[in-house]
């Protein structure tokens, strides 16, 4: 079941803050967040588990509602380095992610100096 | 420096034949990963290995072969049954066994079907 971003784009100034959310209509053990710029892999940056355990960068925020299997990643104080395709990765059960994520669409972000 | 190489980067193939996208980690990582990914679609998994010698279908294994006779080298094979190859072709690693272990990606093999 893939899990459904939003929003699918944003545009923001540099300085600005964004909201990127993740929902699943199935019960999450995790979640996992990446970003990915035009034509380059993808690189990690957060980690969400089913308890309250996180694991990622120190710049980045992100929270992870189990009762409403959504996750919301925080960018705040953007800049220009930020802009991408940040995708989340789900699991449905622990050791899931061994057998792969399913990834959502994507959200585009733009940030304008 | 540790981390995963895609050869080639880009790759032209004329309908009909097939082609392998080499993979290749220094990580030690036990676990390997194939996604393709299309404009507007996210990534999309193909096949998963989580130890030598043994690997897994994913959602669009379709058309797809793979192999895992090394721990560090997880080929793929698109073969003609694929019916519409072109995208963008992703591999990553992971450390095994836990949900806590992010996925550490390759730079991609982008492959073209005339």
């Known amino acids: 079941q893939q899990p459904v971003q939003s929003p699918q784009a944003v545009i923001l100034r540099e300085g600005e803050d964004a909201v990127i959310n993740c929902s699943s209509s199935k019960a999450l053990y995790s979640v996992h967040w990446y970003r990915q710029k035009h034509g380059e892999a993808p690189i990690f940056l957060m980690i969400?588990?089913?308890?309250?355990e996180q694991k990622g960068h120190d710049k980045i925020s992100a929270s992870f509602n189990e009762k409403k299997q959504q996750s919301s990643l925080y960018l705040t104080a953007s800049q220009l380095s930020y802009s991408g395709t940040y995708f989340c990765g789900t699991e449905m059960y622990s050791g899931g992610g061994a057998d792969g994520l399913t990834f959502g669409k994507g959200t585009h972000l733009i940030i304008q100096p | 420096d540790g981390g995963i190489t895609q050869s080639p980067k880009y790759l032209f193939r004329k309908e009909g034949q097939n082609v392998t996208l080499s993979c290749e980690q220094n990580?030690?990582?036990?676990?390997m990963y194939w996604y393709r990914q299309d404009p507007g679609q996210g990534l999309r998994l193909i096949y998963y290995s989580q130890i030598v010698n043994d690997f897994q279908k994913g959602d669009i294994a379709e058309g797809y072969s793979v192999s895992r006779e090394k721990k560090e080298s997880f080929p793929l094979t698109v073969t003609s049954a694929q019916k519409n190859p072109t995208a963008f072709y992703l591999c990553?690693?992971?450390?095994?066994?836990?949900?806590?272990?992010?996925?550490?990606f390759g730079p991609g093999t982008r492959l073209t079907v005339l």
């Open positions: 990580l030690n990582h036990d676990a």
């Open positions: 990553a690693s992971s450390e095994a066994g836990s949900s806590y272990n992010e996925q550490f």
């Open positions: 969400l588990l089913k308890g309250g």
